[in-house]
């Protein structure tokens, strides 16, 4: 009797927690609409467009044999991964295989390059000591905050004509920068990233660096070595928590941008669109391809979840050493 | 800011998530591998291989390249430690190539020439030659013709091309430079100098006659004597005695510049006037980079550590400057300029953004009839009565507490009046339309709403035991997914289908089932009747106990806003489901029932506008969520257990333990938060377009720019956008500076 009493009081607990009840609210609504894209993506065409992706059980009928189908206009007969199958083809189309690439070729030197620049950067900034250190350190994290968009314009100019300085109050220009014709192309895409991510890396890796053990520095500096055999021999393998964390960052920052993309690849061919590019024109044209934009845009957000789930500490820790980028 | 950052630098467990849901070292090897073992046979499936080969040999040369520089660099900085003159022989090598190679490159000097012969090319049409020196005299006199000739030589050295220009600078840098480390005086004195005068004979014969000054040995000489004499103070100034001669010869070489170079005009000058206005300042720069007796090991020292610091920060601070410094300053400048950049127009472009009806949209302030939309909206009056609401509970408690009359500051009354407020500025911004006021609108709800739910996940995922880690995770997953994918999966979402078929998106269908059930038992509705009553009675019971618990806490004490933010949400439904207004699902005129779907995102106009911010805090919720918790957790257990024995309920020990304590971090994430919303794009354009009256700053600001292509407006748009944020920036160095000092 005692312990079905308490085990009714458990229940009644149980049921009258309503801070649980909100939380677990929260996380299912916070949930439901990645649910619905992965499940729907499954799904054909006509079953996204008559019932919702919870009617997934009653799909009964669905061929389940791995590999693409060979003809895609079978009536009848579906397979699982049809959709996928269309959207990583070589399809001009709907194809995102191409535009996979092409964020990959964005993503990845844009996560390497400012790695290693701010890297430097930020040991200079934390352990050579030079005049102008503080206000020069200062004066770049006041950067972090400035808008993107403040810059595009003169960037765009840049990266299609070049940068030229006219000396004031003469007429004679000089070319600062030449014109690469580097829009439209993906190395403008990441040379705008690097210099966007510099504050960012540089507060990052320098708050990390500058709490390294002085005492560990100055003994090597002690024994003679300069300063480019202490960064390389023993502060950078020291950092590689926080330049883990910076790069998962950085990575997922430039995977996923769209601005910055939308504007320097603007005359480039559809080839060089990233992902995020790709998904945003399907989403402009409505019906033909909307049964293909859930497995689209699941391909899009797959290699970020991935990074983001199998280095979610490192992740983690980015996001509270720096939690002003944004 | 420092502080978290700091903190999580040493300290792993002040990580917001548990790490039982991150995969471990083998997993996460094996996924990563599989990835690009799929990646490389879908690649070769659909013939990207080639791509992808020539895209990561790219990468690798890029990269290769870069780093060679670098340790190129220090290689080069550790030479000097051991051998000056070699050291200084590389340095002026490159220096002069470099110095050369610029000059190549800016067409100053050039290539084309069979000596006496010299080719003309024009802007349009064809070269062509002349031979006749007069001619030659005649035609570059007149101005017009000039200007329009792109490259034309002289003889000399002209023949010099592309790749024999910067040669020729590495060698003379080279010579130079070793010169400048040598041991005797006299060769460290004469052999730059007359190099540099060497150099300088070289450009000027060189020189494109459009870029000949047209410069008077006196004015260069008097300019020298001038520089000379300011750097020459400025040492003496600072007390930089012993450097006293060589930046005098510094300055004179920069003098020797400005009185050559950028004073007299360009292009009427003769070969002889070039060789004079080249040749002075090399020959001045050579002899101060000889002047300097050998340097001992404190010189050596200072000279390697200064040099280090520029090498390391070279790369950064450039980037820094060509990619954000350099262009912010030119859209400030732009948009005072027209839609070309071409000329000045003052303040038309802000003027143009402030008075144009999208910008600031008062139309919708007052309705037809004259009356002011906002006083007949029910959110302004709930907001009001919300208001005074708080404060009548605030007097109340302080009331029953303390038998004064005064204002209580409990939880209780604020959170009321705190709710009041929000609702006030929604009535305000749905009557104010334009895309100034939607772009604070978004700023308002979005930070207020991500920060208050990731403040409630944060603390409610502490009592879930070992759910934690995965409820937040959950939660957390969005921030991985991209605005462009998150739009997306909410557009599939938000859309609603035909009222004959099924709903596809849960918003709809929950919409609509809530109206069935709110409807239950009418005619053509598949809900039983039962349903409806025993929903009724089950809310009737719980406001009920709802109202019982608030008396009891009332006459206790003790504060009760959860309980009475749960009374009146359940008022509410109570009252919605008796009065069958509730769902999507209403009843016809002629007795028949229809659902009724919502078009998110484009007809509930403006609140469409709430439903794209929705989207929004669906990702920045994780955010806050995970720093608030590291927050939370950091907050020392003996304060919270102090509160405990000193009898404060669990609220209390939030409200006045735990929040003061993490209200710094709720500063970091508001600030975080209002940064990433002033420049929302993505979300907008790819949900509505800027349709529907959505559009914010930053969609204008792409139209405006890129679409339209006017400059002027659109570097305005961008300097408002800047402005709104330049609070947040300012905060930030003047929190930098306390920190660093």
């Given at each position: 009797?005692?312990?079905n009493n308490?085990?009714i009081?458990?229940?009644?607990?149980?049921l009258s927690?309503v801070?649980?009840?909100v939380?677990?609210?929260i996380v299912?609504?916070?949930?439901?609409?990645?649910?619905?894209?992965?499940?729907?993506?499954?799904r054909?065409?006509?079953?996204q467009?008559d019932?919702?992706?919870w009617?997934f059980?009653?799909?009964g009928d669905?061929?389940?044999?791995?590999?693409?189908p060979?003809d895609?206009n079978?009536p009848?007969?579906?397979?699982?991964i049809?959709?996928y199958c269309?959207?990583?083809s070589?399809?001009?189309a709907?194809g995102?295989?191409?535009?996979?690439?092409s964020?990959l070729?964005?993503?990845v030197?844009?996560?390497?390059i400012?790695i290693?620049?701010a890297?430097f950067?930020a040991?200079a900034f934390a352990w050579?000591?030079f005049k102008?250190?503080k206000p020069?350190?200062i004066?770049t994290v006041?950067?972090l905050?400035?808008?993107?968009q403040?810059?595009?314009?003169p960037?765009?100019?840049?990266y299609?004509g070049?940068a030229?300085f006219?000396?004031p109050f003469t007429?004679?220009?000089?070319?600062m920068v030449?014109?690469?014709a580097?829009?439209?192309?993906?190395?403008a895409?990441v040379?705008?990233?690097t210099?966007?991510a510099?504050p960012?890396?540089?507060?990052l890796l320098?708050n990390?660096?500058s709490?390294?053990p002085?005492?560990?520095i100055?003994s090597?500096?002690?024994?003679?070595?300069?300063h480019f055999?202490?960064?390389?021999?023993?502060v950078l393998p020291?950092?590689?928590p926080?330049?883990?964390?910076?790069?998962?960052?950085?990575?997922?920052?430039?995977?996923?941008?769209?601005?910055?993309a939308?504007?320097?690849l603007?005359?480039?061919t559809?080839?060089?669109?990233?992902?995020t590019?790709?998904?945003?024109?399907?989403?402009?044209?409505f019906?033909e391809t909307?049964?293909l934009?859930?497995?689209g845009?699941?391909?899009?957000?797959f290699v970020?979840?991935?990074?983001?789930?199998s280095?979610?500490r490192?992740f983690?820790?980015g996001?509270?050493?720096?939690?002003v980028?944004? | 800011?420092?502080?978290?950052?700091?903190?999580?630098?040493?300290?792993d467990?002040?990580?917001?998530?548990?790490r039982?849901?991150s995969?471990?070292?083998g997993?996460?090897?094996?996924?990563?591998?599989s990835l690009?073992?799929l990646?490389?046979?879908?690649s070769?499936q659909s013939d990207q291989l080639?791509?992808?080969?020539?895209?990561?040999?790219?990468i690798?040369?890029v990269v290769g390249?870069s780093a060679a520089?670098?340790?190129g660099?220090?290689?080069?900085?550790?030479?000097?430690r051991?051998n000056?003159a070699r050291?200084r022989?590389?340095?002026?090598?490159?220096l002069?190539a470099?110095g050369f190679?610029l000059?190549r490159?800016?067409?100053s000097?050039?290539?084309l020439?069979?000596?006496?012969?010299?080719i003309?090319?024009?802007?349009?049409?064809?070269?062509f030659?002349?031979?006749?020196p007069?001619q030659i005299?005649a035609i570059?006199?007149v101005a017009?013709l000039?200007?329009?000739l792109a490259?034309y030589?002289t003889g000399?050295?002209?023949?010099l091309?592309?790749?024999e220009?910067?040669l020729?600078?590495?060698?003379?840098?080279?010579?130079?430079g070793?010169?400048t480390?040598?041991t005797n005086?006299?060769?460290?004195?004469?052999?730059?100098?007359?190099i540099?005068a060497?150099a300088?004979w070289l450009?000027?014969t060189?020189?494109?006659?459009?870029?000949?000054?047209?410069?008077?040995i006196?004015?260069?000489?008097?300019?020298?004597?001038?520089?000379?004499?300011?750097?020459?103070g400025?040492s003496?100034?600072?007390?930089?005695?012993?450097?006293l001669?060589?930046r005098a010869l510094?300055g004179?070489?920069i003098?020797?510049?400005i009185?050559g170079w950028?004073?007299?005009d360009?292009g009427s000058?003769?070969?002889?006037t070039?060789?004079i206005?080249?040749?002075?300042?090399?020959?001045?720069?050579?002899?101060?980079?000889?002047w300097p007796s050998d340097?001992?090991?404190?010189?050596?020292?200072?000279?390697?550590?200064?040099?280090r610091?520029?090498?390391?920060?070279a790369?950064?601070?450039?980037f820094?400057?060509?990619?954000l410094?350099?262009?912010?300053v030119?859209t400030?400048?732009?948009s005072?300029?027209d839609?070309?950049s071409?000329?000045?127009?003052?303040?038309d472009n802000?003027?143009?953004?402030v008075?144009?009806?999208t910008?600031l949209?008062?139309?919708?302030w007052?309705?037809?009839?004259?009356?002011w939309?906002?006083?007949?909206?029910?959110?302004?009056?709930?907001?009001?009565?919300?208001i005074?609401?708080?404060?009548g509970?605030?007097?109340?408690?302080?009331w029953?507490r303390?038998r004064t009359s005064?204002?209580?500051?409990?939880?209780?009354s604020?959170?009321t009046?705190?709710?009041g407020f929000f609702l006030?500025?929604f009535?305000?911004f749905?009557?104010i339309?334009g895309?100034?006021?939607n772009?604070?609108?978004?700023?308002f709800?979005?930070?207020i709403g991500?920060t208050?739910?990731?403040?409630m996940?944060?603390?409610l995922s502490?009592?879930?035991g070992?759910?934690?880690s995965?409820?937040?995770?959950?939660v957390?997953?969005?921030?991985?997914i991209?605005?462009?994918g998150?739009?997306?999966?909410?557009?599939?979402?938000?859309?609603p289908?035909?009222i004959?078929?099924e709903?596809?998106g849960?918003?709809n269908?929950?919409w609509?089932?809530l109206g069935k059930l709110s409807?239950a038992?009418?005619?053509g509705?598949?809900y039983p009747?039962?349903?409806?009553?025993?929903?009724l009675?089950v809310?009737?019971a719980?406001?009920?106990?709802?109202?019982?618990?608030?008396y009891g806490s009332?006459?206790?004490?003790?504060?009760?806003a959860?309980?009475?933010?749960?009374?009146?949400?359940?008022g509410?439904?109570?009252?919605?489901?008796l009065t069958r207004?509730?769902?999507?699902?209403t009843?016809?005129?002629?007795?028949s029932?229809q659902?009724?779907t919502v078009a998110f995102?484009e007809?509930v106009r403006?609140?469409?506008n709430?439903?794209l911010?929705?989207?929004?805090?669906?990702?920045?919720?994780?955010f806050?969520?995970?720093?608030l918790s590291?927050?939370?957790?950091?907050?020392?257990?003996?304060?919270l257990?102090a509160?405990r024995i000193d009898?404060?309920?669990?609220?209390?020990?939030?409200?006045?333990v735990t929040?003061?304590q993490?209200?710094p971090?709720v500063g970091?994430?508001?600030?975080?938060?209002?940064?990433?919303?002033?420049k929302?794009?993505d979300i907008?354009?790819?949900?509505t377009?800027?349709?529907?009256?959505t559009?914010?700053?930053a969609?204008?600001?792409?139209?405006?720019?890129?679409s339209?292509?006017?400059r002027?407006v659109?570097s305005?748009?961008?300097?408002?956008i800047l402005?709104?944020?330049?609070?947040?920036?300012i905060?930030?160095?003047?929190?930098m500076?306390k920190?660093e000092a």
């Amino acid at each position: 009797m005692h312990d079905n009493n308490s085990l009714i009081d458990r229940i009644y607990r149980r049921l009258s927690n309503v801070p649980m009840w909100v939380m677990w609210g929260i996380v299912v609504v916070w949930t439901i609409p990645s649910l619905s894209l992965f499940i729907n993506s499954f799904r054909s065409r006509t079953r996204q467009r008559d019932s919702g992706f919870w009617e997934f059980v009653r799909d009964g009928d669905r061929d389940y044999r791995l590999g693409c189908p060979e003809d895609y206009n079978a009536p009848d007969l579906f397979h699982m991964i049809e959709n996928y199958c269309v959207v990583l083809s070589n399809d001009q189309a709907s194809g995102m295989l191409s535009s996979v690439i092409s964020s990959l070729a964005i993503a990845v030197p844009s996560t390497i390059i400012p790695i290693s620049i701010a890297s430097f950067a930020a040991y200079a900034f934390a352990w050579i000591d030079f005049k102008g250190r503080k206000p020069l350190f200062i004066g770049t994290v006041a950067l972090l905050s400035i808008p993107l968009q403040v810059a595009l314009i003169p960037l765009l100019i840049m990266y299609s004509g070049g940068a030229h300085f006219t000396i004031p109050f003469t007429e004679r220009t000089l070319t600062m920068v030449p014109d690469f014709a580097l829009a439209g192309g993906p190395w403008a895409v990441v040379l705008t990233h690097t210099g966007f991510a510099m504050p960012f890396a540089i507060f990052l890796l320098h708050n990390y660096m500058s709490s390294l053990p002085g005492e560990l520095i100055e003994s090597a500096r002690v024994d003679g070595a300069d300063h480019f055999s202490t960064f390389v021999r023993l502060v950078l393998p020291l950092s590689v928590p926080a330049i883990a964390a910076f790069a998962i960052f950085q990575f997922l920052w430039t995977w996923n941008d769209y601005l910055i993309a939308v504007v320097m690849l603007n005359g480039g061919t559809p080839e060089v669109f990233p992902t995020t590019q790709r998904i945003a024109n399907l989403a402009g044209d409505f019906g033909e391809t909307e049964h293909l934009l859930t497995a689209g845009a699941f391909v899009q957000a797959f290699v970020p979840l991935v990074v983001f789930f199998s280095l979610q500490r490192y992740f983690v820790r980015g996001l509270l050493a720096g939690s002003v980028k944004g | 800011m420092t502080a978290v950052a700091e903190e999580s630098a040493t300290d792993d467990h002040s990580d917001g998530t548990g790490r039982r849901f991150s995969l471990n070292g083998g997993v996460r090897g094996v996924v990563l591998t599989s990835l690009l073992l799929l990646l490389l046979y879908a690649s070769a499936q659909s013939d990207q291989l080639g791509r992808l080969y020539s895209i990561s040999w790219k990468i690798v040369l890029v990269v290769g390249l870069s780093a060679a520089v670098f340790v190129g660099a220090n290689l080069l900085i550790s030479q000097g430690r051991r051998n000056w003159a070699r050291y200084r022989a590389l340095a002026g090598g490159l220096l002069g190539a470099a110095g050369f190679g610029l000059l190549r490159g800016n067409r100053s000097v050039s290539t084309l020439v069979a000596d006496s012969e010299f080719i003309f090319t024009r802007d349009e049409g064809e070269p062509f030659v002349v031979v006749d020196p007069a001619q030659i005299d005649a035609i570059s006199k007149v101005a017009e013709l000039r200007s329009g000739l792109a490259e034309y030589a002289t003889g000399g050295f002209a023949s010099l091309g592309t790749f024999e220009w910067p040669l020729v600078g590495l060698v003379l840098g080279l010579v130079a430079g070793y010169a400048t480390g040598h041991t005797n005086r006299i060769i460290r004195l004469a052999v730059p100098t007359a190099i540099g005068a060497f150099a300088g004979w070289l450009i000027g014969t060189s020189l494109l006659f459009r870029n000949r000054p047209d410069a008077s040995i006196v004015e260069i000489v008097l300019f020298a004597i001038m520089g000379a004499a300011v750097l020459a103070g400025i040492s003496l100034l600072f007390g930089k005695r012993h450097v006293l001669v060589e930046r005098a010869l510094f300055g004179a070489a920069i003098g020797a510049t400005i009185g050559g170079w950028l004073l007299p005009d360009l292009g009427s000058g003769s070969g002889s006037t070039a060789i004079i206005a080249a040749a002075i300042p090399l020959a001045l720069l050579g002899l101060r980079f000889g002047w300097p007796s050998d340097r001992d090991a404190n010189g050596l020292a200072s000279f390697d550590r200064r040099s280090r610091a520029v090498i390391f920060l070279a790369p950064a601070l450039t980037f820094l400057s060509i990619n954000l410094v350099v262009p912010a300053v030119r859209t400030i400048l732009t948009s005072f300029l027209d839609r070309d950049s071409e000329e000045f127009v003052g303040l038309d472009n802000y003027e143009h953004l402030v008075t144009s009806e999208t910008f600031l949209d008062w139309r919708s302030w007052s309705g037809d009839d004259g009356t002011w939309n906002i006083l007949t909206s029910r959110l302004t009056w709930f907001g009001l009565f919300l208001i005074v609401a708080g404060f009548g509970i605030a007097y109340s408690i302080n009331w029953t507490r303390n038998r004064t009359s005064g204002l209580d500051h409990s939880p209780t009354s604020r959170a009321t009046m705190a709710v009041g407020f929000f609702l006030l500025a929604f009535a305000f911004f749905s009557v104010i339309r334009g895309t100034f006021s939607n772009t604070i609108w978004w700023m308002f709800t979005v930070t207020i709403g991500a920060t208050v739910l990731g403040l409630m996940m944060a603390v409610l995922s502490q009592r879930a035991g070992r759910w934690e880690s995965i409820a937040k995770s959950l939660v957390f997953m969005p921030m991985a997914i991209s605005m462009v994918g998150a739009s997306v999966i909410w557009r599939l979402q938000y859309a609603p289908k035909n009222i004959s078929g099924e709903q596809t998106g849960a918003p709809n269908a929950a919409w609509i089932a809530l109206g069935k059930l709110s409807n239950a038992g009418l005619d053509g509705n598949t809900y039983p009747a039962w349903s409806r009553w025993l929903l009724l009675l089950v809310l009737a019971a719980l406001l009920v106990r709802l109202g019982f618990r608030i008396y009891g806490s009332w006459q206790r004490s003790e504060g009760f806003a959860g309980a009475t933010v749960a009374l009146i949400v359940v008022g509410w439904l109570f009252v919605e489901f008796l009065t069958r207004s509730m769902g999507g699902f209403t009843v016809l005129e002629d007795g028949s029932i229809q659902p009724q779907t919502v078009a998110f995102r484009e007809e509930v106009r403006p609140f469409n506008n709430v439903y794209l911010m929705f989207i929004l805090i669906w990702i920045q919720t994780g955010f806050a969520m995970v720093i608030l918790s590291a927050a939370i957790k950091a907050v020392p257990e003996e304060l919270l257990e102090a509160a405990r024995i000193d009898g404060a309920s669990e609220s209390e020990q939030f409200f006045k333990v735990t929040l003061p304590q993490i209200l710094p971090t709720v500063g970091v994430v508001v600030t975080a938060i209002l940064v990433a919303v002033a420049k929302v794009f993505d979300i907008v354009r790819v949900s509505t377009g800027g349709n529907f009256g959505t559009n914010v700053l930053a969609t204008d600001f792409f139209d405006e720019a890129f679409s339209f292509l006017n400059r002027g407006v659109g570097s305005a748009i961008a300097v408002t956008i800047l402005l709104i944020v330049a609070p947040v920036l300012i905060f930030n160095v003047y929190n930098m500076q306390k920190a660093e000092a």
